[in-house]
T-cell receptor, first 114, second 110 residues
Framework: EPEVTQTPSHQVTQMGQEVILRCVPI?????FYWYRQILGQKVEFLVS????????KSEIFDDQFSVERPDGSNFTLKIRSTKLEDSAMYFC????????????FGQGTRLTVV | DQQVKQNSPSLSVQEGRISILNCDYT??????FLWYKKYPAEGPTFLIS?????DKNEDGRFTVFLNKSAKHLSLHIVPSQPGDSAVYFC?????????FGGGTRLMVKP
């Protein structure tokens, strides 16, 4: 069964460092997402991506964040200068359509900023 | 601005009984609703969905009900099994993104 894969599963980084979280969405999907979940809190929308551009983003997704689909298979989330409060589980998701279809989620990357 | 709310943070049910998880939404533009199940340190797993043109969708032990006038949906699990113990998130879709509720932790006791 096709699945969304994320690497690494766990990333520890020093405050102020750049991190790149990687995702391989399901191959025939067209819509891609990043969500995050701070420990014990709700799953929060960060950004959606379609046709090689951002289609929607939340207030969380400020100038420190960027997304890219560099090679047609990977979908990356970059945090330029990490802060302690960026520590969270980051989930990538993909959907083949934006209407009436489910999104499939990866297993997540646990980001710890120290 | 919580557009999707799950007012019960936790629910405890005896094995074999019915579990009912509730979700309320405020945005009338939402037209597709989903339930996800989540284990710790794993990604959400899709369970069941319903379009706004329906009021019920059933898949095995799982049934989702939608009351559009009340902006309310619920997930029924019957019979509940210990393996159903997890956090359940409802999500609403309108436009391009999914908006999640805060989750309900379901504990099914043997």
């Amino acid at each position: 069964e096709p699945e969304v894969t994320q690497t690494p599963s766990h990333q520890v980084t020093q405050m102020g460092q750049e991190v790149i979280l990687r995702c391989v969405p399901i191959s025939n999907h067209l819509y891609f997402y990043w969500y995050r979940q701070i420990l014990g809190q709700k799953v929060e929308f960060l950004v959606s991506f379609y046709n090689n551009e951002i289609s929607e983003k939340s207030e969380i997704f400020d100038d420190q964040f960027s997304v890219e689909r560099p090679d047609g298979s990977n979908f990356t989330l970059k945090i330029r200068s990490t802060k302690l409060e960026d520590s969270a589980m980051y989930f990538c998701a993909s959907r083949w359509d934006s209407m009436n279809t489910e999104a499939f989620f990866g297993q997540g990357t646990r980001l710890t900023v120290v | 601005d919580q557009q999707v709310k799950q007012n019960s943070p936790s629910l405890s049910v005896q094995e074999g009984r019915i579990s009912i998880l509730n979700c309320d939404y405020t945005n009338s533009m939402f037209d597709y609703f989903l339930w996800y199940k989540k284990y710790p340190a794993e990604g959400p797993t899709f369970l069941i969905s319903i379009s706004s043109i329906k009021d019920k969708n059933e898949d095995g032990r799982f049934t989702v009900f939608l009351n559009k006038s009340a902006k309310h949906l619920s997930l029924h699990i019957v019979p509940s099994q210990p393996g159903d113990s997890a956090v359940y998130f409802c999500a609403s879709s309108g436009g391009n993104m999914l908006t999640f509720g805060g989750g309900t932790r379901l504990m099914v006791k043997p």
